[in-house]
């Protein structure tokens, strides 16, 4: 056993009386999941946020073929010296409710209406207690995540709940009016529908109404073999195949207890840095793009370009899907392959730095960025904010360096460390990552060693379950995966980094105009995929 | 100033099938969508005076069919030189270019949109997904159905997620 079971946070909690049991079935040790009382619940999230610790994610699960009746809560949390630990609580599945925890974490306040969704959990005490993921067409007592409820034939809308609408925060103010957006857009995104709140060109609130690309993917999970599991794992955001795809792997070979050769995890960490590369390219020519600077939006797409070109030759896909399996990666790489990726990855982060020298020089363009759009550091790092957001806005968690994964735990991973909050800062940060993410390229297929890129597959006993995080190129993914008796999966659930950024932009926008909101927005550019799920 | 120009006159014209020699202009590759992109330009001509307007609506994909949309309008493909282009109204449109299997969420939005074109009106369903709801499966609750399950669809082109190119060619195969 490489690492030793994390006792820390079993410690502190014990201190201020709460008693927690280890769970044995759960892996890896050094992110432990402990057990503890009902009433606890709250009291242990509190003591997190006294210890200092980051909320990571809130879930629920059923006990599936262990014990049909049981049905349990989950929460993660991560310290940045002891690391993660997961707790979990019985709920009584007669009659079930569970005490809320965004009273001292804000960002747990959806997932919590999201299990109210999904499991018909009471959250007691929650600020907010309208429906989320589900709409208001959805028959009432319509719980998918239940083993009860059927997921295999379309649900049908309730036609009394048709007229229904969504309850948004009203203004009484004469001088106030409404703006509703989506959920089709005008651009070629996502759906997604956002309510405006503006005085004049003011905008005085913004509230987000998404879940409309759910897609039911918790539920398709359970039952599925781990490969057919993998592929659905790697479409729950497109953007970020090779985050969701690894964590998913990653969580599996946690729950096996296995590990993944040297040379498997080093053509990971590239796919992670090269999609990480064209995203942050692309979505800089994207966020220039909205400001009326279409020279950087053509330059830069041109690079994402060419990084597909090379990906479909490497890897055999322009975006990267399907590169990741359960044991290793898809695709060796030869030497000459290793050389034009070298080379591309160099070209191209030199390219980014000339065009950034034009960006910093262009005042049309730096007059819109600089100072719209701010999060303060406070917000930040109460919501928890992930990824390039955070890190634009003074809070820097990074699972590369939290969660110690290979390649990275090899690796010197340096982390922008920005202040102002703001879209240029935002920005900045998504250029350092560039040309870090090129570095490190460049250093792990220098350094690539020989060896198998694929580890046999053991699937696990039932009820065995691990937790991984992996930094994708929007921030921290996390994901829970437990298994079931024939070594299929049970119950498996992710939290893409824009369930928690999606909070950010919500705040971020109550200082711009109403015209500065798509330039504001794609500087976050949250999934919605990725959150809806 | 200078300097955007000197980049801009440094890269030159990259676009498909033009004369330049970029590392990724492979020859073949760019014949074949030159000849592509000429018969739709003269479909489009023919057709839709030169024009022809898309109205794209994600009804629950996973974003990749978008990247590859936008991927359709970078300066490689520069799709809008044979006069095609993504329009903000489905009032102006003259196809509608659906990707994602249809979601129980999206499912009255889409069909309001199909609505809101004026007729004729022509559909693409874009992905595995739009097609045959793809990996996440028929059998979910989730998922009001393909879709072709929800509104009169005209052309198919499969994918995870179609190329580029694969994608100018089924808006050619709509036209005809």
Redesign the interface.
């Known amino acids: 056993m490489k690492h030793l079971a994390n006792t820390w946070f079993a410690e502190q909690l014990s201190n201020h009386n709460i008693y927690t049991e280890y769970l044995e079935d759960h892996h890896p040790a050094r992110m432990p999941c402990l057990d503890i009382r009902h009433l606890d619940w709250a009291n242990a999230s509190k003591t997190a946020k006294l210890l200092g610790m980051r909320f990571v994610a809130l879930w629920a699960a059923q006990a599936g073929q262990q014990d049909k009746k049981a049905l349990y809560a989950y929460m993660a949390f991560v310290h940045p010296e002891h690391r993660y630990a997961l707790l979990r609580t019985p709920i009584n599945l007669e009659n079930p409710e569970i005490a809320s925890i965004s009273q001292h974490y804000i960002a747990a306040y959806r997932m919590e209406r999201n299990m109210q969704d999904m499991f018909g959990i009471k959250v007691n005490d929650i600020f907010d207690n309208r429906w989320w993921i589900k709409?208001e067409?959805?028959p009432e007592d319509a719980h998918?995540l239940l083993d009860s409820?059927?997921?295999?034939?379309?649900?049908a809308?309730d036609p009394d709940r048709a007229d229904i609408d969504y309850d948004y925060v009203p203004c009484d103010s004469e001088c106030a009016y409404e703006i509703p957006v989506g959920?089709?857009h005008?651009?070629?995104?996502?759906?997604g529908h956002f309510r405006f709140l503006a005085v004049g060109e003011k905008i005085l609130n913004m509230e987000e109404r998404l879940?409309?690309?759910?897609?039911?993917?918790e539920?398709?999970m359970q039952g599925r073999n781990v490969e057919?599991a993998l592929?659905?794992a790697g479409?729950?955001?497109?953007?970020s195949?090779v985050g969701h795809s690894w964590v998913f792997a990653q969580a599996c070979e946690y729950a096996a207890d296995m590990s993944i050769s040297t040379r498997a995890s080093y053509i990971r960490g590239v796919l992670c840095e090269r999609e990480r590369m064209a995203n942050h390219i692309?979505d800089i020519g994207a966020v220039c793009n909205d400001a009326a600077f279409a020279?950087m939006h053509?330059?830069c797409?041109?690079l994402?370009?060419?990084m597909?070109?090379?990906h479909a030759e490497a890897f055999g896909h322009?975006?990267l899907?399907d590169c990741i399996s359960i044991g290793g990666v898809s695709r060796d790489l030869s030497t000459d392959m290793c050389q034009k990726l070298i080379q591309q990855s160099r070209d191209i982060a030199a390219e980014v730095e000339?065009?950034r020298?034009?960006y910093a020089?262009?005042p049309s363009i730096q007059q819109r960025v600089i100072g719209a759009g701010i999060v303060s550091i406070e917000d930040a790092t109460d919501i928890g904010l992930l990824g390039f957001v955070g890190r634009a806005s003074g809070h820097y968690p990074d699972a590369r360096i939290e969660a110690v994964y290979a390649p990275y735990d090899e690796l010197n991973v340096p982390i922008p460390k920005g202040k102002l909050g703001g879209v240029s800062t935002r920005v900045w940060v998504r250029f350092e990552e560039v040309a870090n993410a090129a570095r490190m390229i460049i250093q792990l297929l220098e350094h690539l060693p020989e060896g198998n890129i694929q580890t046999a597959w053991k699937a696990p006993q039932a009820g065995e379950s691990g937790f991984a995080a992996i930094e994708g190129w929007r921030g921290e993914i996390a994901a829970w995966v437990r298994f079931a008796q024939d070594g299929s999966i049970d119950r498996y659930f992710v939290r893409d980094p824009s369930a928690i950024n999606w909070l950010g932009l919500e705040l971020a926008v109550r200082t711009v105009p109403v015209p500065d909101f798509p330039l504001v927005n794609k500087s976050f550019n949250c999934?919605?995929?990725g959150h809806d799920l | 100033m200078l300097r955007i120009l000197y980049q801009i006159m440094k890269v030159g014209t990259i676009t498909e099938a033009s004369l330049s020699n970029g590392p990724f202009n492979q020859g073949e590759q760019s014949t074949r969508f030159e000849l592509l992109g000429k018969q739709l330009e003269t479909a489009i001509k023919k057709r839709f005076q030169g024009s022809l307007a898309i109205r794209l609506v994600d009804a629950g994909s996973c974003n990749g069919c978008e990247l590859e949309i936008h991927a359709a309008n970078n300066a490689y493909y520069d799709i809008e030189r044979f006069g095609v282009h993504f329009t903000a109204s489905p009032r102006f449109a003259d196809m509608l270019l659906v990707t994602g299997p249809v979601s129980i969420n999206m499912k009255t939005a889409l069909v309001l949109t199909y609505e809101a074109m004026p007729a004729p009106k022509l559909v693409l369903a874009m992905g595995d997904c739009a097609a045959n709801c793809g990996v996440f499966g028929v059998d979910n609750y989730a998922i009001a159905g393909s879709v072709a399950d929800i509104i009169p669809v005209d052309a198919v082109v499969y994918g995870c997620p179609p190329s580029p190119t694969a994608l100018i060619q089924a808006i050619l195969a709509t036209l005809e």
């Open positions: 709409h067409h959805w998918p409820f059927d997921g295999n034939t379309p649900m809308s959920p089709v005008a651009g070629i995104i996502e759906p879940g409309y690309v759910h897609k039911g993917i539920k398709a057919d592929k659905l479409r729950v955001s497109g953007d195949t692309g020279f053509v330059q797409s041109r994402r370009e060419d597909a070109r090379l322009r975006l899907m000339h065009l020298a034009i020089d262009a999934s919605y995929a």
